[in-house]
């Protein structure tokens, strides 16, 4: 593996008429990473993807292979590639063809493709599939066909547009450990397009969260997860509570924050702000207790709340509280216990302490 | 079905009714089919059945004989009809095709200007009355020779290359339909995927996009064959004196009489046809 960048993004613009698709998009994305764009349909993610493999040229900005600008080489002379969304394997060669052609256009020696066909046919565990045809194969199998198709190049970096997208979610699952273990094993830079965030998780070493052809955050899962560093990430990924309001005081690392209607909070920053900002906090339902007793040491964050609704989810309790005058706060409690008993979880109208410790909550800006 | 078999149960009556109804429904759908391919498909029948007759008038059977189809053989002036029909067919259908393929390519893959204009001008040789377009591409030949003649001194006739040239005019626009309906099915991303790999537009082109649509350029040519073989009113009024095609020649002898020999070469053609046409479909059936 080699150290540096493997794609270098800079201030990279997209144009489509009016609107800008790719918005001043700075990315790098290092050698041997699994790295994935993170977004809502229209976030950018794709397009800027079609850039790297040079469907797409910018009209803005510098991209860089291996330290190279590519900006307007055509895609036959970039060594990257593709893993398409709906695999686009050709219906009329068999799945050896389609695996060869790359090594084929390469002016590969004929004994060297064969060789190298079998090889990357047996390391998506389709060996003894060559002599069928795509439609032959299920859609688990045609996906492995598009990866070994790409990887038997060895590319610099390969491209993945929403590859598991048409799978049903178990064969997703599957799937996903398998491009893991394959990135490990092959050492090849991914660059992963979805726009399911637990796919991001699972799979990526970073992840850039995209957002109208802007990337708002770019770091690893925890980060992303924990530190989200605006509103917008910390409801993309996962879910999460949020209160409006204004910075009262500041304190070493964390703020009071006022709703205006009564209500103040405590919780943690996550970049400089100064009283009077507008400001959500954010608390993840897993990350606020509920409790029937009063804690006895009382944490900064602590409401005295009505049980609204409950639903039973198997692994968890999802309540839903009210908290202060209507406005619904969402806990996650985990089934640690087994029993059927009734008492032993949480009634609507039942009345509650809802407490988080500070460091559970983030000021945001919007 | 459970519930169907509980519900006859509880009331015959009315199932009874409901199978009678469906009787009448059938027999009536039958005859009705059956009347329809007999108006279709009985002057064919005969056609053929009189092609064998020994009744030289070919208007009993009076027994049944193969001479007619020799006949034919020997007729010169039919099967050097016949060799210049199928001249003109295989020419214009060769070069329509060629030429389609590209139209159907460009309408579908680029906005140009004129683009609409061009699109709507295209389909107006498939839906012109044939009399009007035979008359204009004669009154263009006519128009042409006449420039020509000015300018070099030389002066042309109606021939077989005018034939050509006037089969390849409607030809084009059959062609552009059915290529352009394979193109519509036809994938984009397997082109991106082709480029990704390494390959240029041309090996692009040649290895990925034309075996694809290939079934519909057969198609298209073997429709174009088709409308070509048996083309009667623009071949009558753009071919010369001598030279004579087959549906011409056909017409000019069952003027004179009808002998079952007419019956024969009508039901060779038809035989050709049927088979492109049964050709054709077969052929873009089988994409996919």
């Known amino acids: 593996m080699k150290d540096g960048y493997a794609i270098e993004m800079r201030d990279v613009v997209k144009r489509f008429g009016e609107v800008n698709a790719v918005d001043h ?52 002379q970039r060594n990257v590639n593709t893993v398409f969304q709906s695999y686009a394997l050709f219906p009329h060669m068999s799945v050896a063809e389609n695996v060869a052609f790359g090594l084929e256009m390469k002016k590969v020696p004929r004994a060297d493709i ?18 069928r045809r795509p439609r032959q194969l299920s859609g688990g199998q045609q996906q492995r066909v598009a990866l070994a198709r790409a990887l038997v190049n060895r590319p610099d ?13 178990k064969l997703r699952k599957e799937m996903q450990i398998e491009l893991k273990r394959l990135q490990e094993r092959v050492g090849i830079t991914f660059i992963f397009v979805t726009h399911d965030q637990e796919e991001a998780l699972t799979m990526s070493d970073r992840i850039a969260v995209m957002s109208e052809g802007k990337a708002l955050q770019i770091g690893t899962p925890t980060e992303i ?130 407490w988080w410790p500070v460091e559970n909550a983030l000021v945001l800006k919007d | 079905m459970i519930e169907a078999s509980s519900q006859s149960q509880a009331r015959p009556a009315t199932a009874t009714r409901a199978a009678a109804r469906t009787n009448w429904r059938t027999v009536l759908l039958g005859v009705h089919s059956a009347l329809m391919y007999v108006f279709l498909y009985a002057p064919i029948v005969i056609l053929v059945l009189f092609s064998f007759t020994t009744d030289s008038f070919g208007a009993r059977l009076t027994g049944f004989t193969f001479s ?5 053989l020997q007729d010169e002036r039919l099967m050097g009809a016949a060799w210049n029909t199928l001249t003109v067919a295989l020419v214009s259908t060769i070069i ?22 061009m699109d709507a001008l295209l389909y107006l040789p498939i839906v012109i009355p044939e009399i009007v377009m035979a008359l204009a591409l004669l009154a263009f030949f006519a128009f042409m020779f006449g420039i020509i003649q000015n300018i070099t001194g030389s002066q042309l006739k109606m021939s077989l290359t005018t034939v050509i040239i006037s089969h390849i005019a409607f030809s084009i626009s059959f062609v552009v339909v059915v290529v352009r309906a394979s193109l519509k099915g036809f994938d984009r991303r397997l082109e991106e995927a082709a480029r990704d790999l390494g390959a240029n537009e041309w090996q692009t082109f040649w290895r990925i996009t034309f075996p694809l649509i290939l079934p519909g350029i057969i198609g298209g040519a073997l429709l174009a064959f088709t409308i070509s073989l048996d083309d009667f009113i623009i071949s009558f009024f753009t071919t010369g004196p001598g030279t004579s095609l087959l549906p011409i020649e056909v017409y000019a002898q069952v003027k004179r009489a009808v002998t079952p020999k007419i019956n024969a070469i009508s039901t ?19 994409r996919r």
């Open chain 1, 114 to 131: 064969t060789r190298r066909v079998d090889e990357a046919l047996d390391m998506v565990r389709l060996s003894g599939y060559g002599e």
């Open chain 1, 225 to 354: 997860y924990e530190r989200p560093n605006c509103r917008f990430v910390a409801d993309f990924i996962g879910e999460s509570n949020f209160i409006r309001g204004r910075v009262s005081d500041l304190s070493a690392g964390s703020a009071t924050i006022s709703d205006g209607a009564g209500l103040t909070l405590r919780g943690q920053l996550v970049q400089p702000l100064t009283v009077g900002d507008e400001v959500y906090v954010s608390v993840r339902p897993e990350k606020a207790r509920l409790s029937v007793q009063r804690p006895a040491d009382p944490p900064a964050n602590m409401f005295q709340v009505t049980v609204d609704r409950v639903s039973y989810i198997g692994s968890d309790t999802r309540i839903m509280v009210q908290l202060g005058q209507d406005r619904l706060f969402s806990v996650w409690e985990q089934n640690t216990r087994s029993t059927v008993d009734r008492d032993a979880y949480w009634q609507r109208g039942e009345q509650g302490y809802l």
């Open chain 1, 157 to 169: 970096v390969l491209l993945l547009d929403e590859p598991l997208g048409a799978l049903d979610l």
């Open chain 2, 268 to 286: 060779v053609m038809l035989v050709i046809s049927m088979t492109l046409v049964a050709l054709s479909q077969f052929v873009q059936r089988q």
């Open chain 1, 25 to 76: 998009v700075t990315m790098e994305i290092r050698n041997g990473e699994f790295f994935s764009m993170l977004g809502p349909s229209g976030c950018g993610k794709t397009t800027s993807l079609r850039m790297i493999a040079g469907f797409e040229y910018p009209t803005a900005g510098e991209i860089l292979l291996n330290g190279t600008p590519i900006g307007t080489t055509p895609p036959f």
């Open chain 2, 96 to 117: 329509s095709t060629i030429i389609g393929t590209l139209t159907a390519l460009a309408m579908e893959r680029y906005r140009f200007r004129g683009r609409t204009g």
């Open chain 2, 68 to 72: 007619w189809y020799t006949k034919l």
